[in-house]
């Protein structure tokens, strides 16, 4: 680093590493794009990966549209099952790259520069694999525009008392609103694009979706209000969206559902969860393609801290609900927690302490924090960890009610497998496509970065000129 800066002074460290100026940041981040070398391998094995899939998924939902629902492993008394349980594990997904974005951009923190692009990305490609789910479950999924209140000479309306409804309406904003929000964001780097691609198609493309931008004293008003509207809108939604996922259990009598805790502790596990996995991508992303001084350890310090505080919070709610087992006296509850800790099923509880409660402790250790194997690995944990609890959740209490006549197993079959894994290929074929073809990392806000931190070397320390800090149009 050139010049020490408050920001070192504060933390013993820079958030940037590296001789920096706006020129090289420019040209680092956007050659990922912009360049004709070939991308690393791995790149290759990833996008064949989602190729191979892909076509897995599209099959395994015309097959279901023929066959009905039937083909999954749902019964009863487990009528929600994998789909559900899939469904919730994608939106917990998309929940970190909105509270990286919209939130920290509030509170103003600076770090979330490195990130906030890559995790924006996977916010709106997670949603989009999370919401074919409960479309699909209806069993009929050529009617679902009757869940819309759209004008028709009938004057059917949907019943908006159903959780289904809640989700369809809560996930189409969260939707909009965080697709918006991602694309706004990328209009000045879109014209990054535009004046560095040499002709032909490809500076079409990004001419037209940088909608003439010029980098005008206009243009950046309108940019910083609009930007911050739509930060303001999308700070709710990350509370809202998973409390309303999370009401579709609260709202029954089903013992292990109906309590007040799942909002709060729903939005924390979608957090946990998130975290994790921009962590399980940004790790390797960063050392595949050398970025190791746009997102630095720091960035993976602080991103644990967050995964190990909401995974405190998940912890916590798991010792609530024994604690409601043994206040609340009711034998329904009772047996709901001996069920998950010597039932069939206990296996799967016993991981998921492992996973979500007991693993991420390591993260206490500062070194450990700053350990990339290790933070890497206990990402991993928490991705299978939150897949686990909501199993837990849904068919391990489903699976034994109120009435012992009523009792039944739950197994997934194989269309249950190919679905998900059918979505994991299309969710990253869709990652690595934007790694490709859209500036992985925020080149105009690192580069305004650079400026308030008073650190580049081409224009000497104390330089002060935000147009060249923010000229979008270079």
């Not at 934007?434 to 500036?439: D, E, L, M, W």
Request: net charge positive.
């Amino acid at each position: 680093m050139a010049t020490e800066t408050k920001y070192e002074e504060k933390y013993n460290e820079p958030i940037l590493t590296g001789n920096q100026s706006h020129e090289v940041i420019t040209d680092r981040i956007g050659s990922i794009v912009l360049s004709q070398e070939k991308h690393p391998n791995i790149w290759w094995g990833f996008i064949a990966f989602g190729v191979m899939f892909t076509p897995v998924l599209v099959f395994s939902i015309a097959y279901l549209v023929y066959k009905g629902i039937g083909i999954w492993g749902n019964n009863q008394p487990v009528a929600w099952a994998c789909d559900i349980i899939n469904f919730v594990w994608w939106i917990g997904i998309g929940h970190a790259g909105t509270l990286i974005s919209a939130i920290l951009l509030l509170f103003r923190q600076q770090w979330r520069n490195s990130i906030n692009r890559f995790a924006e990305a996977m916010t709106i490609f997670a949603v989009m694999c999370a919401g074919l789910y409960p479309l699909l479950h209806t069993g009929r999924p050529w009617v679902d525009y009757w869940i819309f209140p759209y004008p028709n000479i009938l004057g059917m309306w949907p019943q908006f008392r159903s959780p289904l409804v809640w989700d369809v309406f809560a996930i189409s904003t969260y939707f909009t609103v965080s697709l918006l929000f991602w694309y706004i964001g990328l209009i000045p780097d879109f014209a990054t694009m535009r004046d560095k691609t040499k002709g032909g198609v490809a500076q079409k493309i990004y001419g037209v979706l940088a909608m003439g931008w010029r980098g005008s004293a206009r243009h950046w008003h309108r940019y910083e209000a609009s930007y911050l509207i739509l930060a303001g809108l999308s700070t709710p939604l990350v509370l809202s969206v998973h409390s309303i996922v999370s009401l579709d259990f609260a709202v029954s009598i089903l013992p292990g559902w109906n309590v007040t805790v799942f909002p709060p502790y729903f939005v924390a596990g979608a957090v946990f969860a998130g975290f994790a996995m921009v962590l399980l991508f940004m790790i390797p992303i960063r050392k595949w393609y050398h970025l190791e001084d746009y997102v630095t350890i720091r960035h993976i310090d602080w991103m644990s801290k967050v995964m190990l505080t909401t995974g405190l919070i998940v912890f916590y709610g798991y010792i609530l609900e024994m604690f409601y087992c043994w206040y609340s006296g009711n034998i329904y509850e009772i047996y709901l927690c001996i069920n998950r800790l010597s039932g069939p099923y206990a296996l799967s509880y016993y991981a998921l302490i492992f996973c979500n409660g007991i693993a991420p402790q390591i993260l206490w250790s500062p070194k450990m924090r700053r350990n990339i194997p290790v933070v890497f690995t206990v990402a991993i944990i928490i991705s299978i960890g939150m897949w686990l609890e909501r199993f837990v959740i849904i068919p391990v209490s489903l699976h034994r009610d109120f009435l012992p006549s009523s009792w039944g197993m739950y197994y997934p079959t194989f269309w249950d497998y190919s679905m998900f894994l059918g979505t994991m290929g299309f969710f990253t074929l869709l990652m690595f496509l934007f790694i490709r073809f859209v500036p992985m990392l925020n080149i105009f806000e690192m580069r305004d970065l650079l400026y308030k931190l008073n650190i580049d070397p081409s224009k000497g320390a104390g330089h002060t000129n935000v147009e060249s800090s923010k000229k979008g149009g270079n």
